[in-house]
């Protein structure tokens, strides 16, 4: 209806990279090599997987342009957001304006990989989308152009067996107000509103949003108001392989129902499940 294909990535603000780096590693994920972004002071790594990934996102030269990291940093560090994705920007931009959305013109962005090849330059088109288009979350959508220099087979093998995200978890003053503005994005069927919680399927993935209440039982809420996010699920292949992967780095978790969950103090702030 718009366009918009599903989650692209999510977007972790973190303090230190290097240290972000070891951290996800010791979780059992594989990290593709650092980005830096052409122009701007952030850098990122990556966790690929087959049609989505996570984005470890810090800083390394404060006296450039941060795109407001430093200021979300400032009350610690977490879950920035969630990129969606989508095939052709220029026509997603298009389908986005015959709903009423007011999206920006595609822009065109390159970053520096620093790979084994040396320095690589994958290239990417960011549309970028009205505030009350996606209440609840920070986000934009992207088109990869250049997708065989990031997503390559050997950075998508995780120790831990993840294959993909999941779901993410908001805290808002009102989940269910937010419904609307979900629904004219991916329509009517894609959005379900129950006991002030709202589920958004996007694709793969779904955003839920819950009250600061419902929230709280998940994981301590940021220092820095609502709406925040607060957690993130990864689908794994074998919880058996999860659980080996976390105790052979003696990383502490807990048992659930459903899966295994860590500490936001063990993931940058968030609240991390790996769910089969």
């Given at each position: 209806?718009?366009?918009?294909?599903?989650?692209?990535?999510?977007?972790?603000?973190?303090?230190?990279?290097?240290?972000?780096?070891?951290?996800?590693?010791?979780?059992?994920?594989?990290?593709?090599?650092?980005?830096?972004?052409?122009?701007?002071?952030?850098?990122?790594?990556?966790?690929?997987?087959?049609?989505?990934?996570?984005?470890?996102?810090?800083?390394?030269?404060?006296?450039?342009?941060?795109?407001?990291?430093?200021?979300?940093?400032?009350?610690?560090?977490?879950?920035?957001?969630?990129?969606?994705?989508?095939?052709?920007?220029?026509?997603?931009?298009?389908?986005?304006?015959?709903?009423?959305?007011?999206?920006?013109?595609?822009?065109?962005?390159?970053?520096?990989?620093?790979?084994?090849?040396?320095?690589?330059?994958?290239?990417?088109?960011?549309?970028?989308?009205?505030?009350?288009?996606?209440?609840?979350?920070?986000?934009?959508?992207?088109?990869?152009?250049?997708?065989?220099?990031?997503?390559?087979?050997?950075w998508l093998q995780h120790a831990n067996g993840a294959k993909g995200?999941?779901?993410?978890?908001?805290?808002?003053?009102?989940?269910?107000?937010?419904?609307?503005?979900?629904?004219?994005?991916?329509?009517?069927?894609?959005?379900?509103?129950?006991?002030?919680?709202?589920?958004?399927?996007?694709?793969?993935?779904?955003?839920?949003?819950?009250?600061?209440?419902?929230?709280?039982?998940?994981?301590?809420?940021?220092?820095?108001?609502?709406?925040?996010?607060?957690?993130?699920?990864?689908?794994?292949?074998?919880?058996?392989?999860?659980?080996?992967?976390?105790?052979?780095?003696?990383?502490?978790?807990?048992?659930?129902?459903?899966?295994?969950?860590?500490?936001?103090?063990?993931?940058?702030?968030?609240?991390?499940?790996?769910?089969?």
């Open positions: 209806m718009t366009g918009i294909t599903g989650i692209d990535h999510a977007l972790i603000g973190v303090e230190d990279l290097e240290q972000a780096r070891a951290a996800w590693r010791r979780l059992g994920f594989t990290l593709s090599p650092r980005g830096r972004h052409i122009g701007w002071g952030t850098a990122n790594y990556c966790i690929m997987f087959a049609s989505d990934y996570i984005e470890l996102l810090g800083i390394l030269d404060a006296s450039q342009f941060t795109n407001n990291l430093d200021r979300f940093l400032e009350k610690g560090e977490g879950l920035l957001g969630a990129a969606f994705s989508c095939d052709d920007a220029a026509a997603t931009v298009e389908a986005l304006r015959a709903q009423g959305i007011a999206a920006e013109d595609p822009k065109d962005l390159k970053r520096i990989l620093e790979s084994d090849a040396g320095e690589e330059l994958p290239r990417f088109q960011l549309v970028h989308l009205p505030r009350e288009a996606t209440p609840g979350v920070a986000t934009f959508v992207v088109s990869h152009l250049t997708p065989e220099i990031v997503w390559r087979p050997e995200i999941e779901s993410f978890s908001f805290a808002v003053d009102d989940p269910l107000s937010l419904l609307p503005a979900y629904a004219r994005l991916f329509g009517e069927d894609a959005v379900a509103g129950e006991n002030l919680r709202l589920t958004v399927k996007t694709g793969a993935a779904r955003l839920v949003f819950t009250t600061p209440e419902e929230a709280a039982e998940i994981a301590p809420l940021p220092g820095r108001g609502v709406p925040c996010g607060v957690a993130m699920a990864v689908r794994v292949a074998d919880l058996r392989r999860t659980r080996k992967a976390l105790e052979d780095n003696s990383v502490d978790f807990e048992e659930e129902e459903d899966g295994l969950r860590i500490a936001p103090e063990q993931a940058n702030g968030l609240a991390l499940r790996f769910l089969t």
